[in-house]
């Protein structure tokens, strides 16, 4: 399956974004897709996962009541809703994919092997 990123760019502190992910290449619903991003500086980290089978989103704790992640499957496509962004935000997000990640797994980088090219999200005033 091939990803791509999109709607990544420049929102001021509060403010909000929607970036989404679209899958080609194969049949979308048997694959996990995740979010991860990277900071200058910093490793990448996990940022949310929707479950291939439930649906069940899963998110890292800080941004938890602030991001949405969704998907849909006839568009073969996966966004995430970013609202109350933060200038510590600001990072390179990427969209990954998974036909056999486990839910214990789902924050770990190395359970994906598929993965988009990023889009840029930067938060600051």
């Known amino acids: 399956v091939q990803l791509q990123a999109s709607g990544g760019g420049l929102v001021q502190p509060g403010g909000s974004l929607r970036i989404s992910c679209a899958a080609s290449?194969?049949?979308?619903?048997?694959?996990?897709v995740a979010w991860f991003r990277q900071a200058p500086g910093k490793e990448r980290e996990f940022v949310a996962a929707?479950?291939?089978?439930?649906?069940?989103?899963s998110y890292t704790d800080s941004v938890k009541g602030r991001f949405t992640i969704s998907r849909d499957n006839a568009r073969s496509m996966v966004s995430l809703q970013m609202t109350g962004l933060k200038p510590e935000d600001t990072a390179v997000y990427y969209c990954?994919?998974?036909?056999?990640?486990?839910?214990?797994?789902?924050?770990?980088?190395?359970?994906?092997?598929?993965w988009g090219q990023g889009t840029q999200v930067t938060v600051s005033s």
């Open positions: 990954a994919a998974s036909r056999t990640v486990i839910l214990s797994s789902l924050s770990l980088d190395g359970s994906y092997g598929y």
């Open positions: 290449g194969d049949t979308f619903r048997p694959y996990t």
């Open positions: 929707i479950h291939r089978s439930s649906g069940r989103p």
